[in-house]
């Protein structure tokens, strides 16, 4: 129904007979993250699928041996890895409640493969769906996902300010 796009974020907002979820979507300045927020206006709580193409497509040396992804039930989040497990992905969400099998071998013939998980969003709560990588020197996917959850108010936070001071 509309969408908001600034230095910071994009938002988007999706409306239907007696609801509306606000969908916004930011990169921290300094971290190797993605977060989404969903803020749902319902009478009920509403269920939200988050469906993605794992892509860790490194470039030789490092692209020996493809791809492997595992779901953490203890995080919420899907780990997706190479081999050697120095590039490394999560995913995921406090809020999810189901989960696609990550392991599904039911189409072979399916090079596109995709996950998905779902989350239980309650009407005018926040539900955030964060993203982080890890490389070797360089960033923890696990340790940034935490500090997301925990730290992406602030982070929303320093972004906006960042971009309006270049304004």
Same mark, same amino acid.
């Given at each position: 129904q509309?969408? &908001?796009? =600034?230095?910071s974020e994009v938002t988007r907002e999706y409306a239907a007979d007696g609801l509306r979820v606000r969908e916004t979507l930011f990169v921290p300045i300094d971290q190797a993250a993605l977060v989404l927020l969903y803020q749902v206006e319902s009478p009920t709580p509403l269920? !939200? @699928?988050? %469906?993605f193409r794992p892509d860790l497509d490194?470039?030789?040396p490092a692209g020996i041996g493809g791809q492997e992804y595992s779901w953490d039930?203890?995080?919420? =989040?899907?780990? !997706?890895? &190479?081999?050697?497990?120095?590039y490394h992905a999560f995913i995921g969400s406090p809020a999810a409640v189901a989960h696609s099998n990550p392991v599904d071998r039911s189409k072979p013939w399916d090079t596109e493969h995709v996950l998905s998980f779902e989350m239980r969003a309650e009407p005018h709560q926040v539900v %955030?769906?964060?993203a982080t990588i890890g490389m070797p020197?360089?960033?923890d996917a696990a340790q940034l996902y935490d500090q997301a959850l925990k730290n992406f108010p602030d982070? @929303?936070?320093h972004a906006r300010q960042h971009y309006a001071s270049r304004l």
């Open positions: 509309h969408v &908001e796009v =600034t230095p269920f !939200i @699928r988050i %469906a490194l470039m030789w039930d203890s995080q919420h =989040t899907f780990h !997706i890895h &190479e081999p050697s497990d120095r %955030a769906v964060v020197k360089g960033y982070w @929303r936070q």
